[in-house]
Structure formats: structure tokens, C-alpha cells
């Protein structure tokens, strides 16, 4: 029989029914735990595949620790960092079209594809909305050739707050280093923070002004897009008013933001400011998207005369072009967690509240079923996870499983993420975590 | 039911009675009893009985239900369904009378509102999935005594600006579209949609009419190519998807639009130098060949532009071109651009503000990077992203309607049909103060649909919302189940062959609205189609294995054959050309024979590069469908041109004719029938539903949520048996209106091929149309083509299609004070032999398009207010003559 208790549940399930729309794309609003302690994530994407070979040291076919193991020369940036490091190879993604690259698909856990447009939300936007809130909760770069980071400097493929609804990640990073830290620059770019500013208020004026007249019924919905405005100009105030804060942690602007000789000048630059959000407190969650999640990209700064698409039909293995991404890859990585133990937090170091996932927004290659989709994690986001160690899974069980892992590791208690009972039959051995990566 | 009970209920239901015939009840009139005044009697009359506190029917109790509260609101929310629909009572049951289970409906929907008001609101009664909800026998039949409509109109609103409208519009700033072909009526045009990209995406892209030389095939064309995403979301996927309040815009979508709009405002000013190197813009690829060595796939290096200047040259490109910046020129940029964003031109106070905003950027930034700036904060007007219908101008009428007039209803009439700006009649109309009655909208609306040369993508989008043929490529298919039906499972080949069909759907509705005869009817039963190549496996028949093993064994015989024959023909060849030659090294000088052993030689060379061309092509032969044969005149769909690369989305297509008795109809195309089906299977609930609620009108209350909605996995059965588990009490009740309605179309297959069998037994396509409310619709049917051909015959199907146009055209649920609107537009349909542009007129010219009532809430669209002094019936309801 219906108790009221169970109505109360009832109630509650409709409410969010009704907020569904607008909520879901309402990152203010949303209520992640504010008095938690702070942690954060990192997803790094690589695209073009994420060969195994590349990472698991030789002879290691089965489970166990990497302490005497020695990294491949592609990774072995990371050498001094194994204890913190758990190498993860037996996923799968074959229900999300990696072949090329599986777009949303590599974050969403479902179908993706060049062109088609996310059916969901993805993990690093569900996470950033479940880890305690920062101003900015989620922050994504991207990293392409210097000629589309130029003409694209945003473009969206790889993240999305729901279906339809891709986020943008940044390439720029003149425009990105305005909107971190245009209340503590000098110069050019103040002026157009300063003048953005002032033209974000006015439209925010201007669009109160036009809400007066409104019928009640749409007053609310109109609200929302005044709150909008105010959302923007209050996160730019809110920054502004931890200007002093800020100033610790902004990167130094150079010739690299101004007059890049290479991309990668770019890329380390769109880097730092990325780490600066997260050591600043800015942001929880940062999407790194090397390549952009598309199947182009350039590295000439390391010396790789080739580009795009020819990379990806080489094998990664002993290629000497692989090695020198992975190793700028890897290098990357060693900034990230040098950066983050810099700096206390609680009894340690914000870096023992962090876990980077690395992978390839393609499984392990370019033309691949997504049969094998090898991960690497490093940090433990306060003793969630196992490191130290290589996990070979039997490829039944689907990248969602490690994305509800990580989202059991935020307080979010799931069991599956994006995947229902009846695709799980099919495509998940399990349900819940992954028990080999979660303490 | 006991004695007391019965002596009870008999006594309460005749005061009841006596109550109904003593009062009159107006539609949507605001419900000023307690619970104890309108539903405590109710309850003790119609649902305590089987509801009551011990052992109640169905585990739900309503003897202590109480007034509408947090706590009970969801039950009351199903109570309200239930009741409504009329599955409550049940039919053994006394029906409550028509006014008192109107007053009932209406007094949970009030209450719910108000408890709701600051929880998220109670809105499921203006779900458009819920307009069947309102009775179709009260809309279109005699009303009972007593009943009272209000002449009708919709609230005072805003509507959001759908995705497809703003890159549309967007669009326009950049882009120059080729103007209207009559001799290619089908190809894509000035004033069509933009439409999405081979990948299913809505994007808007920059340049692609200048673009004239690329690298690599359509990944790399689409990667290099500047584009943007759709910023603004639909979060509906099934049935209408944009009445005017779903939606608003977000904070991280009106920061996207600002981005956007420079990229735009800067392409508006400088063309592919926005967005390319100077020496890419040329006539001739091959003078820049030394600067296009190399892999380029993918970058914007790799693109060649055009000298010829192709996008709208606007005083914004004036602003940035010429030196220096004056007032004049500010002005006229701002003033363009507000007009190009919110199709009016801005008031005084408008002008001047945006005026403003460009002068302090400028002053702040210097010219290009502040006019960008300054400019770029029009595309967040409200009137840029919002359609605003309020109506202020106007003077109330004696119910306190105001009708639309000048702008506001100049573009709801275009926004009736159209994603760009009114035309210059339509605004000229409005602007000479001829966009004010009734006969005004007529006069424009009978003028648009009489010309193909103006596009009407809100056409097409109806039947998109309406049918929902357009989902086909977004329903991912699990590989080994797609191959199982024939089709193919290569990389996105069955994706991109949905999004053709999609296209070629649209292009087969178009023909029919333009002999615009029994347009629904020809809808349900054309035989006509419209075809890629594709479509000869799509539209073929999934053979059985016995026919497979039959048609694999026939081609091997007719490869063994024909190679039998090229054999002797090669040896019998060959032996001649060795003599010839021999002949030759006797007389090495004759010519004719020289003559005659090249020309055996050629042929032997053509045999044998013939025989491999064969064996090739039979080896790609896909031996799992029988391909159907279709061909027919050579015609255009409404694709984009060269857009996305080499290939893709091509607009050539065919009018062709299916097989008979086996297709009919835009609901046995796989383009319909692959958007109502999932990974692995039909989904015959899904068709059961499309069937049951666009077509025969009925509701269907939502899923309750302690229903654990799965069929079982059993690989080996199939999908009807599967779906046994409907069967069960709790579910066949609403289940019976539905499955009975999708299983007759389970003689095709997933991906929409044709099948005699199914798990290698006969295929099962019975099926029944129960308690549809018209009696002689109702009864058993062999396969879909019999149901549908039942259906397409019934003027109850016409009706509720005329309810579906509402709905899309006015953004709103039907009440019953929209009866007259509905009867009328059905009238004008019948009368004009099956018209959609006579519907149209008759909807666009009802009081429902043109009056609006300030302040009503949303749960009295249609409300009365008191003010209104004179009431009118069904049968009479004349209203808005002052602006006949």
C-alpha cells in the first residue's frame, strides 16, 4: 500500500522532474557539498589512442604491484611517481564508436561519434557538480594545432552538461588568463576585462529592464535568464574579490600567450593556467583535451614535423614520434602533481586530494573496436583509490564502471553511470565500482 | 458493495445529478471550493468504494487522501490522470457525470498549481503529451447542458527561440543561400532550416559558400571548416518539442552566444580573412601550391577560399571597413544587427542604448576590438533569444482579450511558417499599419503558402514533432544486432543512411503538400517514396535463412557460369592471339594483322578486367536482404549543399514506388520505423503509443513509479513473446491501448526491412485496436498495412491530427474553450478535400493565434476572468467580429 512516506519520496522525484530542465544546465544553483574538504579531479585525454604497450612495464601481464617494475620510455617521466600511480588495462568502450575518436562518447560513456552530439551528460561535469563547490566548477582546455587553437579557440567534443548541451573547452589562452584573472592583469588584458565588464552589466541591466513587463507565468523562466547575467558578473566579482588570493597562483604572462613560436608554447601556457585554477581554488574539475578529442593535433615544438591525422595510423609502440607525445604527456602530468604538492592543504598537500585520469578520448588506437581501454591514475583523492599499482581487468567491464567509481569516490552513491540495466546485460559484467581501483 | 453502501451511493449520485443540472460549468474557470466542496463527495461517490481502507483495489487507499498536500501530491497527480482519462471509474462502475468529473479534474489541477507554485509547479496538465487529456468526444461532439465555453485566446508569453531557429537565424548574418530553383524545387534554399551535419549535430559554419578546395574527406573538411555548435538545447526528443515556455537561457549559454557573436560580428566584417590567411583566398589552388605541401588534413590552413565575396555585405561590414568610426555609421551597424537578431527594427530607447554600449567599448578597446565587443551584446537582447506576444498595446475586449497587432503579430504569422526575418510584404504590411485584424493575417497567410518560392520550415518541423521520423540516427544499434538484420554495421554507415532518410522523408511530405489533397490520409498511405541508394536494401526484404542459403547458392552458380564462360571466351582468345602472333613473326610487317591481334588483345584485357569487376562486386553482395528495385524520377532533398565534405549528405534522390503489400505510408519507412525502435529490437510499445495518441487521440497516464519497466532478456524469443509481462493486471491496463497497436508492425525488422519471419518462424503481425473511442475503428488486424489503412480512413484520425496542429501552432494544450477553434479548422481540412493550407488559415486565423490574455496563469490558459459578461456555447461561439 502507498504510505506517506512513500509519497514524500514521491514528491521529491517530481519536484526534480520539474526542475529538470532548467537545473540541469544551472551550474550555480546546483548544490554540490560546500563545507566538505576540497578535492579535485583531472582528466587528461589524449587523443589518437592510448596504446597499451606504452605504459605497462615489460612482463607485466597479470595484477599486481609496480614497485619493481621500471615504466617504458614513454612514460618514464612518471618513474618517480609510481607509488602514486595505478595503471589500468582490460577496460572496454566498444558501445561507444572509438574508432577516430568517440568524442562525448570517451567522457559520456555511450555513443559518440565526429559529429554527433552528446545523449548525456559526461563524468567530469557530474563530478564537478558532486565534489565541494568552487567558483568555476569546471574548467576545460584544449590543445590542437596552433592554426585551430587561432581560429577555434573554443569548440566542444569532448564534455557535456546533458544531451545537446556540449561545454565548451578553452585554447586560448589569452582569453582564458581574461577570464581568470583579468581582475588582477594589467595592460591590454585588463582593459578588455574591464570592458567586457562593463558591457555584461549593462546587458544584464537591459535584460532586467525588458522582464518587467512580463506576464507572472513567465517570469520565472525569464528570471532565470536575468539570473544568468548576474551568475557571470557575480563569478567575475567573486574573482575580483579574491584578487589578492589570485595573485599567488596567476601565471606570469609572456611572450609564449602573446607570440607563440609553436603550439606547444600554447599548450604549456593553457597548462598553467589550468593548474592555477586548481591550486587557486577555482575549479575542481579540469578536462585537459590534448588533441581536442578529434583525430588532428600538432606537436611541432617537439620536433614532430608531422600532424593530424597521419599520427594516428602509425603504431605508438617504439615509434619515436609516440614516445616524444607521450613523454610531453607525461611531463604534463609530473607538472600537475609537482604544482599541486606545493601546496598544503589540510595535514598534507592538495595533491593528496587529487586524482588525474589519463587516457585517450580513442581507447588504444586510432582504428579500434574499443575493446581494450587502458587508463592510468594518479593520486589517491584522500585514499579513495589503490596506487602503486597495474590492474588487468578481462575487458567485461565498460569505462562507465571506472566513472562510477569515481563518482562513488565523490559521495555520489550510484551504481552505474550512463548505462542502463538493459545495455549493462550486454555490455557490463558487473555492476557498482570497480573493487580493483577503489580502496 | 454492501446494501448501505449502494442506498449511499445512489442517494449521493442523485443529488449529485441534481446539482450538475442545476449548475453550469465554464471551462477553466478558477475552482473556488475546499476539498470538502469539490472532491470529498466525489471520492465517497466514485473511488472509496474499490479505494477504501481495508484490502483497497490496485494496494492504493484513498479513504484518508485528505486535501491536495506535499505529501499526497502524487497521488493526487494520479488520481487526477486516472479521472481524467476516464479509466476511473471503472466501466462497471456509474460514470460520474461529464460536469462533475470536469470540476473534479480542474479542482486537483488548481490545487496542485497553487501547492506547487514555489516547488517547480505542477505542469504535467500542459505537457503536450497530455493534450490528449482533454476529451476528444467534448471537442469535436455536442456538449452536455450546462457546459459554458469562454471564447477563447492563449496567455500573454515569451517564447524562447528553438535551436533550430536561432543557428537559422544566426545563420543569415554570415551565409549566402542560393535563392529558390523552381526547376529544383527539392534542393536545400534561402529560408530552409540549416540542417544538421552527417553526424546528426546542428552546427553553424562559416565560409562553406566560398570554400572551393580541401583536404581529405568529410572528418577533415569538418574539422577544418570554422563552425559552431547549437548553443540553445531542446531537451525533448519525442513529440512536440518547443511550446513557448520549456525553455529559457542559461548562464553558460548566454556566455557561449557572446563568444559567438564576435566570432560572427568579426566574419560579417572581414569574410574568410577572419578566419584564414590572406594567400588562401584565391581563384586558382594551384598559384598557393608551395603553401599547401604536406598533411594540412584538418587544420584551417588546408582550405582554399574564393575571391568572390558571397556573404551579405551589411553596414557592419561598412563599420569595420571604413576608417575612423562615426555616430552614423555606429548607428546603422546596431540598428542592422537588431533587426537581423529580434526581425524588428529597434525603438528609439533601443537604439540608443546599444548605441551606447559600442561607444564605451570603442572608447575602451579602440574601433575593431570594442565594435565587436559592443556589437556582440545584441545577440543577448531579450528579443534575440525570446519571441515576445504581450500584447500591450492593444485595447481589451469585453472577455479581456487583447488581440496581437503590428510587430508582435506580424511575427507570429511569420514565425507560423518561417526561421528568418518576415519578408518585405510582411513587413511593409506592418509597418503601413496593415497587420491589425483578422482579415490582415488571412490576407498574408494565404500569400505565404501560396508561394514555394518563400520557405516554410515550420511546415516540416511539425511533421518532424508530429511523426518523429527524425530520430532514426540517434538510436545507437548494437553491431551484431544491426547486421542480424541486414542492414549494414560499418562504422556510421546505418547512422548516415537515417539521417538521409530523415531528409528524404521530409522531401515525400513536401510532395504531398503540395498536391495538398487528403493530406494526412496520402501521409498514412502513399505509396510513393523517396530514395537514396540506400534505400534499395532498406526498403528490400530480410531474407530467411533458406532464402539466403538460396540466393547465396544461386549467385555462386551464376559466378560459376559466367566464370565458365570467360574461361572458354579467355582460352578461345588466347589461342587466336597465339596464332596471330605467330603469324605476325612470319610476316612481322602485315598490318591488318597487327590490327586485328591489338584488337583481341583488348579484348581479352576487357574480359578479364570484367570478370574481376564481378567478382567483386558479388562478393559484396549482401545475401541477407533481397534489395528492392526501386527507381523512379531523378528529384532533390533538402540537404545542405557542400557543407561537410566530399560525399556526405548528398541531395540527389529518387521518386520511386515501394513494393506493394509490404510498405505503405510514411509509418512502414525505416525512417519512422527505425526512430521507434532501440539497440536491439523494435519497440513495439513505442509504435503502440505513436499509434494510440497521434492518431486515435488517447492519453496515457505516466508510468507509476514503483513499475520496474523492463521485458525479460530471452535472446531466443521473441519480442511479443517477451513483452508477456505487459500482460499482467497492473500493466495491461494501460498497456492494451498501446502494444496491441505496435506489435501488427513487427513485420519489419529493427533497422526497418521487411521480414516473413522472425527467429526463423513465421512472424506474428496480429494485432487490435481496443477502446480507440470511435467503435468502428475498433477490432482485430492482420498486419500494420490493414491497421493503418483502417485508421487513415477515419475522420477520428483527422481530428486528432487537426489537435496535434494546434497544439504546434499556438504552443499550447487544447482546452474545451478551443472546441470552435478545432471544429472549424477540422471543417475547413474536410471542406477543401483533405487541405493543410486551409487548416492552416483556419487556425491562424482563430482567436486561439490572435487574442492574448494578459496575466492568466498557466493552469487557466483560457480562463475566464469575471469581467467576461457573455458567455458563448459550442454550437454559437462568434467571437473577435469587430475584427473580421
Given at each position: 500500500m502507498l504510505s506517506r512516506r512513500k509519497m514524500l519520496q514521491g514528491i521529491a522525484a517530481s519536484t526534480v522532474a520539474v526542475f529538470g530542465n532548467s537545473m540541469a544546465t544551472n551550474r550555480v544553483d546546483a548544490s554540490p557539498k560546500k563545507d566538505a574538504a576540497p578535492k579535485r579531479i583531472v582528466f587528461f585525454m589524449q587523443n589518437q589512442g592510448f596504446d597499451p604497450k606504452t605504459c605497462i612495464p615489460s612482463?607485466?601481464?597479470?595484477?599486481?604491484?609496480?614497485?619493481?617494475t621500471r615504466l617504458p620510455e614513454p612514460i618514464n617521466a612518471l618513474e618517480p611517481y609510481k607509488e602514486r600511480l595505478h595503471i589500468i588495462n582490460?577496460?572496454?568502450?566498444?558501445?561507444?564508436?572509438?574508432?577516430h575518436s568517440a568524442f562525448?562518447?570517451?567522457?559520456?560513456?555511450y555513443r559518440g561519434s565526429d559529429g554527433v552530439p552528446p545523449s548525456a551528460s559526461t563524468i567530469d561535469y557530474e563530478l564537478s557538480k558532486a565534489l565541494p563547490q568552487t567558483l568555476l566548477p569546471h574548467l576545460c582546455i584544449g590543445m590542437d594545432s596552433i592554426e585551430n587553437m587561432k581560429t577555434k579557440p573554443t569548440i566542444a567534443t569532448l564534455s557535456a552538461s546533458g544531451a545537446g548541451q556540449p561545454i565548451f573547452m578553452h585554447s586560448n589562452p589569452n582569453h582564458l588568463y581574461q577570464m581568470l584573472y583579468g581582475g588582477i592583469s594589467t595592460g591590454n588584458i585588463r582593459r578588455q576585462h574591464e570592458a567586457r565588464s562593463a558591457v555584461m552589466n549593462q546587458v544584464q541591466r537591459l535584460a532586467a529592464t525588458k522582464g518587467q513587463s512580463l506576464p507572472t507565468s513567465d517570469q520565472m523562466r525569464y528570471g532565470q535568464y536575468v539570473q544568468g547575467f548576474k551568475e557571470v558578473n557575480g563569478l567575475r566579482d567573486r574573482l575580483d574579490a579574491v584578487a589578492d588570493h589570485l595573485r599567488n597562483f596567476a601565471p606570469v604572462v609572456d611572450?609564449?600567450?602573446?607570440?607563440?613560436?609553436?603550439?606547444t608554447d600554447w599548450h604549456d601556457v593553457l597548462l598553467d593556467l589550468g593548474i592555477s585554477a586548481l591550486t587557486s581554488g577555482i575549479t575542481n574539475t579540469l578536462t585537459i583535451g590534448s588533441?581536442?578529442?578529434?583525430?588532428f593535433g600538432a606537436w611541432?615544438?617537439?620536433?614532430?614535423d608531422q600532424q593530424g591525422h597521419n599520427l594516428g595510423h602509425m603504431?605508438?609502440?617504439?615509434?619515436p614520434i609516440w614516445v616524444k607525445i607521450r613523454q610531453y604527456n607525461s611531463r604534463m602530468l609530473v607538472r600537475i602533481m609537482e604544482k599541486l604538492e606545493s601546496v598544503p592543504e589540510g595535514?598534507?598537500?592538495?595533491m593528496d586530494n587529487t586524482l588525474i585520469v589519463y587516457t585517450s578520448?580513442?581507447?588504444?588506437?586510432?582504428?579500434?573496436?574499443?575493446?581494450n581501454w587502458p587508463v592510468m591514475l594518479l593520486g589517491n583523492l584522500d585514499g579513495a583509490f589503490k596506487t602503486g599499482c597495474f590492474t588487468q581487468l578481462?575487458?567485461?567491464?565498460?569505462i562507465n564502471s571506472l566513472y562510477t567509481s569515481l563518482l562513488r569516490a565523490a559521495g555520489q552513491n550510484v551504481?552505474?553511470?550512463?548505462?542502463d540495466d538493459k545495455a549493462a546485460k550486454k555490455?557490463?559484467?558487473?555492476?557498482?565500482?570497480l573493487k580493483e581501483v577503489l580502496v | 458493495m454492501s446494501i448501505v453502501r449502494c442506498a449511499l451511493s445512489f442517494a449521493l449520485g442523485c443529488w449529485f445529478i441534481s446539482v450538475a443540472c442545476s449548475e453550469t460549468y465554464t471551462p477553466g474557470?478558477?475552482?473556488?471550493?475546499?476539498f470538502d466542496g469539490f472532491a470529498k463527495a466525489f471520492l465517497a461517490d466514485?473511488?472509496?468504494?474499490?479505494?477504501?481502507?481495508?484490502?483497497p483495489e490496485g494496494d492504493l487507499?484513498?479513504?484518508?487522501?485528505?486535501?491536495?498536500d506535499e505529501i499526497n501530491a502524487a497521488t493526487w497527480r494520479s488520481v487526477w490522470a486516472q479521472v481524467t482519462l476516464k479509466e476511473?471509474?471503472?466501466?462497471d462502475a456509474e460514470p460520474p457525470q461529464v460536469i462533475q468529473r470536469l470540476r473534479f479534474s480542474d479542482g486537483i489541477v488548481d490545487k496542485l498549481t497553487r501547492l506547487m507554485r514555489d516547488k517547480g509547479g505542477f505542469r504535467a496538465n500542459l505537457d503536450p503529451d497530455k493534450g490528449?487529456?482533454?476529451?476528444h468526444d467534448l471537442l469535436f461532439g455536442r456538449l452536455p447542458d450546462g457546459i459554458r465555453l469562454q471564447p477563447t485566446s492563449s496567455p500573454a508569453r515569451i517564447w524562447r527561440v528553438t535551436p533550430q531557429e536561432h543557428i537559422t537565424r544566426l545563420n543569415e548574418l554570415i551565409n549566402t543561400e542560393s535563392p529558390f530553383d523552381r526547376k529544383k524545387p527539392g534542393l536545400r534554399t534561402h529560408g530552409d532550416v540549416v540542417p544538421t551535419n552527417h553526424g546528426g549535430e546542428l552546427k553553424l559554419y562559416f565560409g562553406t559558400d566560398r570554400i572551393i578546395k580541401w583536404q581529405g574527406g568529410t572528418v577533415a573538411y569538418a574539422t577544418s571548416v570554422k563552425s559552431v555548435p547549437a548553443v540553445l538545447s531542446s531537451?525533448?526528443?519525442?513529440?512536440?518539442?518547443?511550446?513557448?515556455?520549456?525553455y529559457t537561457v542559461n548562464s553558460a549559454e548566454a556566455t557561449q552566444i557572446l563568444g559567438i557573436a564576435a566570432d560572427i560580428i568579426r566574419y560579417m566584417a572581414d569574410g574568410p580573412l577572419s578566419i584564414a590567411?590572406?594567400?588562401?583566398?584565391?581563384?586558382?589552388?594551384n598559384s598557393i601550391a608551395d603553401r599547401m605541401?604536406?598533411?594540412?588534413?584538418?587544420?584551417?590552413?588546408?582550405l582554399v577560399y574564393s575571391?568572390?565575396?558571397?556573404?551579405p555585405l551589411t553596414p557592419v561590414h561598412d563599420l569595420m571597413n571604413n576608417d575612423g568610426v562615426t555616430d552614423q555609421r555606429l548607428r546603422a551597424a546596431v540598428d542592422y544587427l537588431f533587426e537581423a537578431l529580434t526581425f524588428r527594427p529597434p525603438s528609439k530607447v533601443e537604439s540608443n542604448e546599444y548605441l551606447s554600449i559600442a561607444q564605451q567599448s570603442i572608447e575602451k578597446l579602440g574601433k575593431t576590438d570594442g565594435a565587436v565587443l559592443g556589437l556582440s551584446s545584441i545577440f543577448l537582447d531579450r528579443d534575440a533569444l525570446f519571441r515576445p506576444?504581450?500584447?500591450?498595446s492593444g485595447k481589451p475586449d469585453l472577455h479581456g482579450r487583447v488581440m496581437l497587432q503590428d510587430w508582435e503579430l506580424g511575427m507570429a504569422v511569420n514565425h507560423a511558417f518561417r526561421y528568418i526575418r518576415p519578408d518585405q510584404t510582411l513587413r511593409g504590411a506592418v509597418t503601413d499599419g496593415r497587420m491589425r485584424t483578422r482579415a490582415d493575417v488571412r490576407r498574408e497567410v494565404e500569400r505565404i503558402l501560396s508561394?514555394?518560392?518563400?520557405?516554410?520550415p515550420r511546415i516540416l518541423r511539425f511533421f518532424r514533432d508530429y511523426?518523429?521520423?527524425?530520430?532514426g540516427g540517434y538510436i545507437c544499434k548494437d553491431l551484431k544486432a544491426l547486421a542480424d538484420t541486414g542492414a549494414s554495421n560499418r562504422g556510421q554507415a546505418h547512422y548516415r543512411a537515417m539521417f538521409d532518410a530523415a531528409a528524404s522523408t521530409d522531401r515525400l511530405i513536401e510532395f504531398i503538400l503540395q498536391d495538398d489533397k487528403d493530406v494526412l490520409k496520402q501521409l498514412l498511405t502513399t505509396d510513393k517514396v523517396v530514395a537514396t541508394k540506400n534505400d534499395s536494401v532498406y526498403f528490400g526484404r530480410q531474407r530467411t535463412a533458406d532464402k539466403r542459403a538460396e540466393a547465396i547458392a544461386t549467385d555462386k552458380k551464376t559466378l560459376k557460369a559466367q566464370a565458365k564462360a570467360d574461361a572458354a571466351n579467355v582460352e578461345k582468345l588466347t589461342a587466336e592471339i597465339s596464332q596471330l602472333q605467330d603469324k605476325l613473326k612470319v610476316n612481322p610487317e602485315d598490318k591488318r594483322t597487327q590490327r586485328t591481334l591489338a584488337a583481341k588483345e583488348k579484348t581479352l584485357e576487357t574480359i578479364k578486367k570484367k570478370a574481376t569487376a564481378e567478382k567483386r562486386r558479388r562478393a559484396r553482395i549482401n545475401h541477407n536482404v533481397a534489395e528492392v528495385d526501386l527507381s523512379g524520377d531523378k528529384i532533390y532533398a533538402r540537404v545542405s549543399r557542400?557543407?561537410?565534405?566530399?560525399?556526405?549528405?548528398?541531395p540527389e534522390r529518387i521518386l520511386a514506388t515501394v513494393p506493394q503489400g509490404e510498405r505503405m505510408g510514411i509509418l512502414t519507412h525505416p525512417s519512422w520505423l527505425v526512430s521507434h525502435s532501440d539497440a536491439m529490437d523494435n519497440h513495439a510499445i513505442r509504435r503502440g503509443r505513436w499509434i494510440y495518441e497521434r492518431l486515435l487521440g488517447g492519453g496515457i497516464p505516466d508510468v507509476?513509479?514503483?513499475?520496474?519497466a523492463m521485458l525479460p532478456?530471452?535472446?531466443?524469443?521473441?519480442l511479443r513473446h517477451r513483452m508477456?509481462?505487459?500482460?499482467?493486471d497492473y500493466c495491461w491496463t494501460c498497456h492494451k491501448k498501446m502494444d496491441p497497436l505496435g506489435?501488427?508492425?513487427?513485420?519489419?525488422?529493427h533497422a526497418g526491412l521487411y521480414r516473413n519471419t522472425e527467429l526463423g518462424k513465421p512472424v506474428d503481425t496480429s494485432g487490435e485496436i481496443i477502446d480507440s473511442g470511435a467503435p468502428d475503428l475498433d477490432g482485430k488486424v492482420s498486419n500494420a498495412i490493414e491497421m493503418i489503412q483502417k485508421i487513415a480512413e477515419s475522420q477520428r484520425a483527422e481530428q486528432v491530427f487537426v489537435r496535434h496542429a494546434f497544439r504546434f501552432w499556438m504552443g499550447r494544450n487544447e482546452t474545451l474553450n478551443d472546441a470552435p477553434v478545432l471544429q472549424n479548422a477540422h471543417l475547413a481540412y474536410r471542406n477543401n478535400g483533405g487541405s493543410m493550407k486551409a487548416m492552416l488559415v483556419s487556425l491562424l486565423t482563430s482567436d486561439a493565434f490572435l487574442y492574448r490574455t494578459v496575466n492568466q496563469t498557466p493552469t487557466n490558459q483560457?480562463?475566464?476572468?469575471?469581467?467576461?459578461s457573455s458567455e458563448t456555447t459550442a454550437s454559437t461561439a462568434t467571437v473577435g467580429e469587430e475584427n473580421r
Open positions: 612482463g607485466l601481464r597479470s595484477s599486481g604491484s609496480l614497485a619493481k582490460g577496460l572496454h568502450g566498444i558501445h561507444t564508436s572509438p574508432s562525448f562518447g570517451a567522457l559520456g560513456g611572450e609564449r600567450y602573446t607570440r607563440p613560436e609553436f603550439e588533441g581536442r578529442g578529434e583525430i611541432k615544438g617537439l620536433g614532430i603504431d605508438q609502440p617504439d615509434n595535514s598534507g598537500t592538495m578520448n580513442n581507447a588504444d588506437k586510432q582504428h579500434t573496436n574499443g575493446a578481462d575487458g567485461k567491464r565498460p551504481d552505474r553511470f550512463n548505462m555490455f557490463d559484467s558487473g555492476i557498482g565500482p | 474557470q478558477t475552482v473556488d471550493e475546499d466514485h473511488c472509496i468504494d474499490c479505494h477504501g481502507e481495508t484490502a487507499s484513498l479513504h484518508d487522501l485528505g486535501p491536495v476511473m471509474p471503472p466501466e490528449n487529456f482533454v476529451d531537451a525533448r526528443n519525442h513529440g512536440l518539442e518547443n511550446y513557448p515556455d520549456f590567411q590572406p594567400y588562401q583566398i584565391t581563384d586558382d589552388p605541401k604536406g598533411d594540412l588534413r584538418g587544420l584551417p590552413t588546408s575571391t568572390r565575396v558571397v556573404r506576444e504581450l500584447a500591450q508561394d514555394d518560392s518563400i520557405r516554410k511523426f518523429d521520423y527524425d530520430l557542400r557543407s561537410f565534405g566530399n560525399g556526405s549528405m548528398a507509476p513509479i514503483t513499475v520496474d532478456d530471452e535472446p531466443t524469443s521473441t508477456r509481462v505487459t500482460r499482467e506489435l501488427p508492425f513487427e513485420m519489419y525488422n483560457t480562463a475566464a476572468s469575471d469581467r467576461a
